[in-house]
């Protein structure tokens, strides 16, 4: 991500119905799937945010991602015709973690939240510079009774991440105690919202939809209660660190049109089972045949910060390429998720080498979460 250094870029950009809270707490802003978000604050930067999260609570402006709704009669039969996962497995209430794949290549086109209300209706968030194409597939293959609607900007999301999170939203009397990927609703301030237990973070979190005229209102309730939690304003670089921490993908880095779900070792968000979704006869040649590369981790071996596209080699012979590399505030050491040959036989415990300027530093495979998740 590069910042935004002219008014002229900026005003390509969408904005969250939060920018000028962000601009009076110091944000550093830089673009991101086509909107100007904040990348971090004033009074601490990534470390503070970070820490944040995973000591107390955090709260990330995330109304960047997509919003999409599904309904009429058969909405949720639809959505599982499509989308990779199988929503059988969950009833009203719940969400469930999904990809939209490309029905020729299996290739990712996004990975999506979805929001099971009821037989006739779905709420999908997909990522923000993947919503158009999630909708376009979507209405191009729905039957006339279906309807699927674009209100991607109608909504803004906040996630509230870290151990405390519980206790700032029931002190705002919002529901905390439902299960984890389960969403309820709820009301602060004469607001009403709905209360996700989802986040990208590993830690016990809640993810707010409010509508965005309304936005306002609920981030300044948090922090007007969230004093008494160490509650703190994170940005897009904090987020960043703590997913890869915890193994989670990024797409368009770990995830792709050219990486599909059986090479990202995301099979888990697939059903198999089922007759029909996107991709399903790609992916199950691909898994039968074994895939040409996988993604694994890596960490450190010295004080080497593995950076996206660097490639990884076993003595002359280059093995793989760096998808997401970070260092990590909690471990203090580089950290990294990288498609790996699946010809070199690497094990968990072997090392590769990655080239950072000049030097051959060593990362050692180790299968994700680098940290200890609290998510459940």
């Not at 039969?77 to 999904?98: H, K, M, W």
């Not at 050491?333 to 590769?352: K, M, P, R, S, Y």
Request: hydrophobic residues 40%.
């Amino acid at each position: 991500m590069t910042d935004v250094t002219s008014d002229a870029a900026a005003t390509r950009l969408r904005r969250s119905p939060l920018h000028e809270r962000h601009t009076a707490a110091g944000a550093k802003f830089a673009p991101f799937g086509g909107w100007e978000m904040p990348l971090e604050y004033a009074g601490g930067g990534v470390l503070k945010e970070h820490a944040a999260v995973r000591t107390a609570v955090g709260v990330f402006d995330v109304s960047h991602l997509g919003k999409a709704r599904v309904t009429g009669p058969g909405a949720a039969e639809f959505v599982n015709s499509c989308l990779s996962n199988d929503l059988r497995r969950i009833g009203p209430g719940r969400a469930q973690y999904t990809l939209c794949c490309d029905d020729a290549t299996g290739g990712v086109v996004d990975d999506i939240i979805a929001y099971l209300y009821a037989d006739d209706h779905v709420f999908l968030i997909p990522n923000a510079a993947n919503t158009a194409e999630v909708v376009r597939r979507l209405r191009a293959a729905a039957p006339e009774r279906i309807t699927v609607t674009d209100e991607h900007e109608a909504y803004a999301v906040l996630a509230v991440q870290g151990p405390r999170s519980g206790d700032l939203l029931a002190a705002l009397d919002l529901p905390t105690e439902h299960g984890y990927m389960s969403f309820d609703a709820a009301n602060l301030a004469a607001v009403e919202l709905t209360v996700c237990r989802t986040g990208y973070t590993g830690e016990l979190g809640y993810e707010l939809v409010v509508p965005a005229e309304h936005a306002v209102t609920v981030w300044d309730a948090l922090f007007a209660a969230g004093e008494a939690f160490e509650l703190r304003a994170c940005g897009l670089a904090a987020r960043d660190t703590l997913r890869t921490e915890m193994g989670y993908p990024l797409h368009g880095q770990d995830l792709s049109l050219d990486i599909t779900p059986v090479q990202a070792r995301s099979g888990w968000a697939v059903g198999w089972d089922k007759p029909a979704f996107w991709g399903r006869d790609a992916l199950l040649a691909e898994k039968a045949a074994g895939p040409r590369c996988t993604l694994r981790g890596l960490v450190a071996v010295d004080r080497a910060i593995p950076r996206p596209g660097m490639t990884l080699h076993v003595g002359d012979k280059q093995v793989g390429t760096v998808t997401s590399g970070t260092f990590s505030p909690t471990r203090k050491q580089g950290i990294a998720l990288a498609l790996l040959d699946t010809d070199a036989n690497l094990a968990e415990g072997d090392e590769v080498q990655v080239n950072i300027r000049g030097r051959q530093a060593p990362l050692r495979l180790q299968k994700p979460p680098f940290v200890t998740p609290s998510t459940h």
